[in-house]
């Protein structure tokens, strides 16, 4: 059984969710686009937002990303073959961002994400995260469900 969603919350406050549609271009804008959209499907997965993993895998695939990185996005730590040291760098620090306020980023976490990222592109990869860490809360709350039909990654 389908479940329906609690409230259209896009229709209901157009303004707030342009705003955060602008934020989320906003927020990435300088980096590498798969690697925006792996942490988006990976911090989706964290939170739990089954809309938010559909869009954000189709968009992968649509980058002809090999299908078994995304079957393997959880084990990330571990899969090697296909998330680089700069990609394990920025998925970790995307979950360390993403696990305020229960822990904060370490210093370990936050250096050896400087390794790998001018710090203008740490600021938006951050920026990132709480961007898609609100549309998770704003899908999951309202229970957005997956479309039917894949979703069409434009």
Same mark, same amino acid.
């Given at each position: 059984?389908?479940?329906?969603?609690?409230?259209?919350?896009?229709?209901?406050?157009?303004?707030?969710?342009?705003?955060?549609?602008?934020?989320?271009?906003?927020?990435?804008?300088?980096?590498?686009?798969?690697?925006?959209?792996?942490?988006?499907?990976?911090?989706?997965?964290?939170?739990?937002?089954?809309?938010?993993?559909?869009?954000?895998?189709?968009?992968?695939?649509?980058?002809?990303?090999?299908?078994?990185?995304?079957?393997?996005? @959880?084990?990330?730590? %571990? &899969?090697? +073959?296909? #998330?680089?040291?700069?990609?394990? /760098?920025? *998925?970790?620090? !995307?979950?360390?961002?993403?696990?305020?306020?229960?822990?904060?980023?370490?210093? @370990?976490?936050?250096? %050896? &994400?400087? +390794?790998? #990222?001018?710090?203008?592109?740490? /600021?938006? *990869?951050?920026? !990132?995260?709480?961007?898609?860490?609100?549309?998770?809360?704003?899908?999951?709350?309202?229970?957005?469900?997956?479309?039917?039909?894949?979703?069409?990654?434009?």
């Amino acid at each position: 059984m389908e479940s329906q969603p609690r409230l259209a919350y896009q229709a209901l406050a157009p303004r707030a969710t342009q705003a955060l549609v602008a934020f989320s271009r906003a927020a990435a804008s300088t980096l590498d686009r798969r690697l925006h959209e792996l942490v988006n499907l990976r911090i989706s997965q964290v939170n739990g937002c089954a809309f938010c993993m559909d869009m954000h895998a189709a968009a992968l695939l649509k980058m002809d990303v090999d299908p078994r990185a995304l079957h393997v996005l @959880a084990g990330w730590r %571990e &899969a090697h +073959r296909f #998330f680089d040291a700069k990609d394990r /760098a920025a *998925l970790a620090w !995307a979950e360390a961002v993403n696990a305020v306020p229960h822990r904060s980023p370490s210093d @370990a976490e936050f250096e %050896e &994400a400087r +390794r790998h #990222f001018r710090d203008e592109e740490l /600021a938006e *990869l951050t920026f !990132a995260v709480g961007a898609i860490r609100a549309w998770n809360m704003l899908n999951a709350s309202f229970h957005l469900p997956v479309p039917a039909k894949p979703y069409a990654v434009g």
